[in-house]
């Protein structure tokens, strides 16, 4: 039986989990705030927020193995048009744990971490540099991707919804009187991919993130951790979106504007490492700074499902992935479909396994 669902955010966690609860066979709308639009029309202040479009993908665990398999395939059936580029991916650590020392291209298979290959010293960047890798991996250009995925959700009989809401339960409110593009009747069901987790979570808090995107390409990902636990990286867009080289985590900071000094050192460290992505130029061709805010969360995300006071209503929580979101979304949509399913069966007395 087809349920009503309604999945609260349209970023990369909200628009990944609608579309496979389309897949399953349910009804779905999104309700947000702000929805995918191009990088040259989202104002970076009053949308600092939204932090989907900011971003771009790295490869890494767990769930990522999930999402790596469904890049795989959507690259496979959209190579030009959904925004995913595959490349190499390497890695520098000036200070490697065990957990490093001890990678073999042996486990590295077991951990289906595919093109894993040790780099010999001779090509580390400097001698601070103590271990390194690369391996496959994939960058998404956000903005193409994140309404690559809203076409598909529409045109799969997906309705959207810009609504700005104060809590999830407030959805089982909505009628089609009150909010006439809400069809389907009653919802039966909520997504909560709001990001943030509408302030009532004690253990999320805002991780201020500052990037910068150039116009140089690079043909891989580059992340080095340095011995003092900075970093810096690049994510390479592809389709003509530059390189975004960063970055910051900078706890419980609400700064709005770029700041200055920070752009001048990202962009130093990355040189130091990767001289080559200037390609002989003595300096970056900068397009813009990029600000924002990642919700986080103490413990790693919320990916369990509420059901709320006097059994009115579900709510299927998946926020607080922080700076993981691309990484982990077709993983977190795959258990948020496992929650819903799993309540609509106990409401039928049938096992929830």
């Not at 479009?53 to 395939?73: R, V």
């Not at 400097?126 to 956000?142: A, H, I, L, M, R």
């Not at 799969?156 to 809401?165: C, D, I, S």
Request: glycine share 14%.
């Amino acid at each position: 039986m087809a349920r009503h669902i309604a999945v609260i955010g349209s970023g990369v966690t909200g628009i990944s989990s609608a579309l496979l609860l389309l897949r399953a066979g349910h009804r779905v709308t999104i309700i947000a705030k702000d929805f995918p639009a191009p990088f040259e029309t989202i104002d970076p202040i009053t949308q600092i927020n939204y932090t989907s479009p900011w971003g771009g993908a790295l490869f890494e665990h767990p769930l990522s193995i999930t999402t790596f398999s469904h890049m795989k395939s959507l690259f496979a059936s959209h190579p030009t048009t959904a925004g995913i580029t595959f490349l190499k991916g390497v890695e520098y650590l000036e200070s490697p744990g065990p957990e490093y020392l001890s990678l073999t291209p042996a486990t590295a298979a077991s951990l289906q971490l595919p093109g894993f290959r040790l780099l010999p010293q001779s090509e580390f960047p400097d001698q601070k540099v103590k271990w390194g890798c690369e391996y496959e991996t994939y960058c998404v250009n956000p903005m193409v991707y994140l309404s690559f995925l809203l076409r598909r959700f529409v045109h799969r009989g997906g309705r959207v919804l810009k609504h700005a809401l104060r809590s999830p339960v407030e959805v089982f409110a909505l009628s089609e009187r009150s909010t006439p593009s809400l069809k389907n009747g009653g919802v039966d069901a909520v997504v909560n991919a709001s990001g943030f987790g509408f302030g009532g979570d004690e253990n999320m808090f805002i991780t201020r993130g500052q990037t910068v995107l150039v116009a140089e390409e690079c043909d891989a990902t580059v992340t080095r951790q340095n011995a003092d636990g900075s970093w810096t990286f690049c994510v390479p867009r592809g389709f003509e979106g530059g390189t975004v080289i960063g970055g910051t985590k900078e706890v419980d900071d609400w700064g709005v504007e770029p700041r200055p000094e920070t752009r001048e050192k990202l962009l130093e460290m990355f040189k130091g490492t990767c001289p080559q992505i200037l390609n002989g130029k003595g300096e970056f061709t900068v397009m813009g700074d990029i600000v924002g805010r990642r919700p986080s969360r103490r413990g790693g995300p919320r990916i369990e499902g509420e059901v709320l006071e006097g059994g009115k209503g579900f709510v299927m929580h998946a926020y607080g992935l922080g700076g993981r979101g691309y990484e982990l979304s077709w993983g977190v949509a795959e258990r948020v479909v496992e929650g819903v399913e799993g309540y609509f069966r106990g409401l039928r007395g049938e096992s929830k396994i």
